[in-house]
Nanobody
Framework: QVRLVESGGGLVQAGGSLRLSCSASRLTFSMYAMGWFRQAPGKEREFVAAISRSGSTTDCADSVKGRFTISRDNAKNTVYLQINNLKPEDTAVYYC????????????????????WGQGTQVTVSS
C-alpha cells in the first residue's frame, strides 16, 4: 500500500521559514501528481500547492503565492513545500497527497481527486 510520510513541521515565529518534506514509498513516484493541503482547527482542508508528475508544472493557492514553493525530486521519491515569511494564519496541519490519474503536465487542485494521503505534519506560527 502507498505510504506518504510528511516531516519538517514545527513551531516558528512569524516571518520565519520551513521546508516540509513528503517521502513516498510503495509506488512509482514519477507516475503521481502530488499536492499539499492544510487544515486549520475548525476549518476544512484546503488546497495549498500542486505539482505535475515531472515537476514541470506547479500551482499554488492565491493565498500563498509568492511565499510557498512546491518542488519534487523523483529520484528521491520526495515532494517538498518551501514556506517563507510564515504568518500566524498559516498555522495548520499540512498534508501531502498523491494522485495517479492525472497525466502529463496536469496538476491537481481538488482534494477529492487525490488517491492517497499522508498523516500530516503540524506547523504552528507564533506572532
Amino acid at each position: 500500500q502507498v505510504r506518504l510520510v510528511e516531516s519538517g513541521g514545527g513551531l516558528v515565529q512569524a516571518g520565519g521559514s520551513l521546508r516540509l518534506s513528503c517521502s513516498a514509498s510503495r509506488l512509482t513516484f514519477s507516475m503521481y501528481a502530488m499536492g499539499w493541503f492544510r487544515q486549520a482547527p475548525g476549518k476544512e482542508r484546503e488546497f495549498v500547492a500542486a505539482i505535475s508528475r515531472s515537476g514541470s508544472t506547479t500551482d499554488c493557492a492565491d493565498s500563498v503565492k509568492g511565499r510557498f514553493t512546491i518542488s519534487r525530486d523523483n529520484a528521491k521519491n520526495t515532494v517538498y513545500l518551501q514556506i517563507n515569511n510564515l504568518k500566524p494564519e498559516d498555522t495548520a496541519v499540512y498534508y501531502c497527497a498523491a494522485d495517479l490519474t492525472s497525466q502529463g503536465t496536469l496538476v491537481v487542485t481538488t482534494r477529492l481527486e487525490y488517491n492517497y494521503w499522508g498523516q500530516g505534519t503540524q506547523v504552528t506560527v507564533s506572532s
